[in-house]
């Protein structure tokens, strides 16, 4: 029932195209786009009788305008039609162009300005097509006031809407008897399918999908059959004739247009195939390559490891842009203006909205190939300090020793001092540092022989290179010690760990010792100097000089 209210309401919109749909220039030339002339000389209007376009006229006669002229003649000839006579049609040479009569009786004129190219034969022409369509309006006039014709014609109507009917019910039962067994036979499929009683495909989602499928297969061949079911049965009469050979020559034209579209893109589309897959066997090339070097399989002096796979995604992202460069002017529609201003707007909006992006790329290409750092080190970015695990185009991933993971956006990492604690071993490890603050009554070379008794303690610092202590500072009330040591943890342990082992030996062997890791701050003179007898130089476990 739905299907049939809306088909009628379809075929009513259909019957209701005005008469001017058919008031169509069909004479242009669409091969080259007019001039200005040419423009102001084919404005007009067109002569309509009965539903069919005779002629257009251009020009302006004795004052009056093409619209005018139409419309006059328009009425003149209806009203010669209306008279009795056989209504022959003649054509007449003037002074001003061609006459077009009726029964000897003046219809209307071609004037030499009606036509768009001037000379005797061009005018003489379309005075010919005028007479000629002229003709076939008489012949659909004395058509419509003969009864016999016109009974024949409701026959041949009434037989095409039963016809109509008949295959809109088959069309329906037909699509309901295959939904039938598609359906029963996706549910039998769907059942065969389950692995382990687990559903491998959603059947509901496939049931939905052939039920809109074969839906949309239904209305698609119901709507075809009521296009041509209306376009014959306006043809039957002669007062809907015209529209009815626009409804049956629409979709001829418009598939004669699509295929010889398809057939003129052909070339360009094969070409535009040949550049795609050139560029495809390229980037096949490059990731053999690129891949060879991340491997080790093949040594390069400008490349390696660690930059081959950035360089390998650039040199991916350059093949293809060239390959879209070259293949653009071949591909479809490439040289209409919508598609030119489509590929305005997104170069605009790819300008506008990505230069962030782009700084950020850059960043995390300057980064890569300056190698400041690689995955695996140990660095320290502002004050976020951890394991470099990932380095991406945008950003910077490390991973702390406190359960953290940071991400640093690679324009932070590029602006900011990074200190590498790894570079300096040339392979897998870190350098550990601390420092403490001990008061001038220790001596400096215990102080020395501590740490560095520490470090070999804790577990993980490397014995070579051997530990070492800087005095970085004299300050006013004590020394600040400074311990540099090597780390390659025996156990997979960030270096946040092995600090904190390093840290508790320092203070086990202050301990042990007897001195105080403190910074003495004093309000007044000490009862007596804190100074190191010489006899103390070399308090235990430090070693005097062999």
Known sequence: ????????????????????????????????????KELRRSAGATIVVFNRPIVRLRATVLGMSPEDRA?????????????????KVTIDQVAQGMAL???????????????????????????????????????????????????????????????????????RHGVRFIERRALRYAEAAGERMRAAGTEVVAGDRVLHAIRVGLTTMLWAFALLLSYEWLGF????????????EGLSSFLVDTLLGFLAAIADSVPGLTVAVVIFLLARMADGMARSFFDGVQTGRTHFTWIDRDTAPPTRRLATIAIWLFAIAMAYPYIPGAQTDAFKGLSVLLGLMVSVGASGIVGQAASGLILMYTRTFRPGEYVRVSDNEGTVIAMGLFTTRVRTGMGEELTLPNSMVLGTVTRNYSRSLGGAG???????????????????????????????????????VFQTALSDFYVEYRLVCHAIPSAPRPRAVVLSMLHASIQDVFNEHGVQIMSP??????????????????????????
Do not use: C
């Open 233 to 244: 049965l306006l043809s039957r009469f002669p007062f809907t004739r015209p529209w009815g």
């Open 521 to 546: 701050h004093y309000l007044g003179d000490p009862a007596r100097e804190k100074v190191v007898p010489p006899a103390q130089w070399y308090a235990p476990p430090a070693k005097p000089p062999s």
């Open 71 to 87: 419309e006059t003649a328009s009425k003149r000839i209806r009203a010669l039609l209306g008279g009795v006579g056989d209504h």
């Open 101 to 171: 009569k009726i029964n000897g009786q003046f219809a209307f004129a071609i004037t030499h300005d009606d036509v768009e190219r001037l000379g005797e034969i061009a005018e003489m022409a379309q005075a010919e097509d005028a007479a000629r369509a002229l003709a076939r309006v008489i012949a659909e006039m004395q058509e419509l006031r003969d009864p016999g014709a016109m009974l024949v014609a409701a026959g041949w109507a009434g037989v095409a809407t039963l016809i109509w009917l008949a295959a809109l019910w088959v069309l």
């Open 430 to 468: 870190y350098v550990l540092d601390t420092a403490v603050t001990i008061g001038y009554d220790a001596p400096w070379r215990q102080v020395h022989a501590m740490l560095i008794e520490a470090a070999h303690r804790t577990d993980g610092v490397m014995p070579d290179p051997t530990p070492m």
């Open 1 to 36: 029932m739905k299907l049939s209210l809306l088909i009628v309401a379809w075929i009513a919109a259909v019957a209701a195209w005005p008469a001017s749909a058919a008031d169509v220039d069909l004479d242009t030339d669409s091969s080259s786009p007019p001039s200005r």
